[in-house]
């Protein structure tokens, strides 16, 4: 079985920053592809970033590329999501996924995720 907990969302200012934190429990944590995936009120679940189990390959969502971060500490048990220069539109649910399909790549639909957090809010005001 795989938790995990979502931490570091909040309230900010248009252009401003924040970092999102997922901890993870497991042993084999450093095995297991992660992604970050974000509900935005009245919209569908959608995909924002994911990176493989070294952090060796990320992937990024057209709307947040160049803008947001995802990076990984195995020893930590946690991976992380760097938002810079946020917009109003990036107000949503912000929700941390992890596969535990062996593999080199990194996923990008729900369905590829096994187990979810609970989300933590993110609020960018104009």
């Known amino acids: 079985q795989v938790q995990l907990v979502e931490s570091g969302g909040g309230l900010v200012q248009a252009g401003g920053s924040l970092r999102l934190s997922c901890a993870a429990s497991g042993r084999t944590f450093s095995t297991y592809p992660m992604g970050w995936f974000r509900r935005a009120p009245g919209k569908e679940r959608e995909f924002v970033a994911a990176?493989?189990?070294?952090?060796?390959?990320?992937d990024y969502a057209d709307s947040v590329k160049g803008r947001f971060t995802i990076s990984r500490d195995n020893a930590k048990n946690t991976v992380y999501l760097l938002m810079n220069s946020l917009k109003p539109e990036d107000t949503a649910v912000y929700y941390c996924?992890?596969?535990?399909?062996?593999?080199?790549?990194?996923?990008?639909?729900?369905?590829?995720?096994?187990?979810w957090g609970q989300g933590t809010q993110v609020t960018v005001s104009s």
């Open positions: 990176i493989n189990w070294s952090g060796g390959t990320t």
């Open positions: 996924a992890a596969t535990i399909t062996l593999s080199t790549t990194t996923y990008t639909r729900e369905h590829e995720y096994d187990y």
